[in-house]
């Protein structure tokens, strides 16, 4: 059972970056495709980037030309790279690993969250 950590959440005024990670225990065929997903309070949780096994990208809408989502499979390391950072932006934000796409019920692990906050 793959084990998620995230790291890198921070507060960050509009218009800085902030890069994500997420560590998972093990890179196997469960975690070809992997994902962030954030929530803010009161909301559901919202698909942000999503990677697949052939590195083929997908983003919200909400951060399409700001987010980039990448992997490197020689660390086990998932990263969210953040630019252009807004206040609508602050969220807890997740990784995840499952079948891909933006649609939360399409993953099946997922980390404990690092929080974003921008002001």
């Known amino acids: 059972h793959v084990q998620l950590v995230e790291s890198g959440g921070g507060s960050v005024q509009a218009g800085e970056s902030l890069r994500l990670s997420c560590t998972a225990s093990?890179?196997?065929?469960?975690?070809?495709?992997m994902g962030w997903f954030r929530r803010t309070p009161g909301k559901s949780r919202e698909g942000v980037a999503a990677?697949?096994?052939?590195?083929?990208?997908a983003y919200g809408d909400a951060v399409n030309g700001r987010f980039t989502i990448s992997k490197d499979s020689t660390n086990n390391t998932l990263y969210l790279q953040m630019n252009s950072l807004k206040p609508e932006d602050t969220a807890m934000y997740y990784c995840?690993?499952?079948?891909?796409?933006?649609?939360?019920?399409?993953?099946?692990?997922w980390g404990q969250g690092t929080q974003v906050t921008v002001s």
């Open positions: 995840a690993t499952g079948l891909g796409g933006l649609l939360p019920d399409l993953y099946h692990a």
């Open positions: 093990e890179f196997t065929d469960s975690t070809k495709c």
């Open positions: 990677i697949d096994a052939d590195g083929i990208t």
